[in-house]
């Protein structure tokens, strides 16, 4: 009798240690798992081959000035979206997605890209300086001037949406007396995203951008003539 009792007694506890561990188990895969990172986007790789050689005569040096955003929050990375059939005056960020770089100097980069691919683009500092030594007699370069006024995933519908990019540029000549206007022109580029979500907004935005850089530079190019 004194060994069944002890075998029962070991049995119980040996219950008890299973029940306390799968308990144990189970308040761990009840706790909040840690959150996961956000993901980073840019506009991709860029060119990642050199195109033909342009047998036309190179055109002339501009300086590009650091593209200015106005219509974003100063130094975020957020990617953001709006509900055109909500409030469209909302900008809404996505949680689990940013941008590697403010997007103003993601579109400076892909805009000085674009336009480097038949003509020398200078800081607009180099252009200054050269404003400052007449002596040189060489002809000024135009200054091209850029403002972000709209970087945003659109939504028209819960399933309908696009990547949305509006810029400002204005195209100054720089002269003895002072600056002269050669032209400005509001860019508005919408391209479709093909899913809903961030990632479907980044690749529209992306788009959007390389579409838009093409446009300035040729309507950069007829102004300059």
């Given amino acids: 009798m004194k060994t069944i009792k002890t075998i029962a007694a070991g049995a119980c506890k040996t219950s008890a240690i299973a029940v306390f561990a799968a308990a144990f188990l189970a308040g761990c895969s009840a706790l909040p798992s840690p959150p996961s990172r956000p993901v980073h986007y840019d506009f991709g790789p860029g060119a990642m081959a050199s ?49 590697s770089q403010p997007p103003a100097q993601l579109l400076q980069q892909r805009l000085r890209e674009q336009l480097g691919l038949r003509r020398a683009v ?27 006024e709209e970087f945003s995933h659109l939504f028209t519908s819960p399933s309908d949406s696009a990547g949305v990019v509006r810029l400002r540029a204005t195209v100054v000549e720089l002269t003895p007396a002072g600056e002269s206007l050669r032209g400005q022109r509001v860019f508005i580029v919408q391209q479709p995203a093909k899913s809903a979500d961030a990632a479907g907004g980044v690749a529209a935005l992306a788009a959007a951008s390389g579409q838009l850089a093409s446009e300035l530079a040729a309507w950069v190019e007829q102004v300059g003539q």
Avoid at 124 to 148: H, S, Y
């Fill in 51 to 99: 195109g033909p050689a342009d047998r036309r005569a190179p055109l002339p040096p501009l300086a590009l000035a650091d593209l200015e955003a106005p219509g974003l929050v100063e130094g975020s990375t957020a990617v953001v979206y709006r509900l055109a059939y909500a409030d469209a005056r909302q900008l809404r960020p996505y949680s689990q997605a940013r941008w």
């Fill in 122 to 148: 200078l800081k607009a500092d180099d252009g200054a300086v050269q404003a400052r030594e007449p002596a040189r007699g060489n002809k000024l370069p135009l200054v091209l001037r850029t403002e972000l």
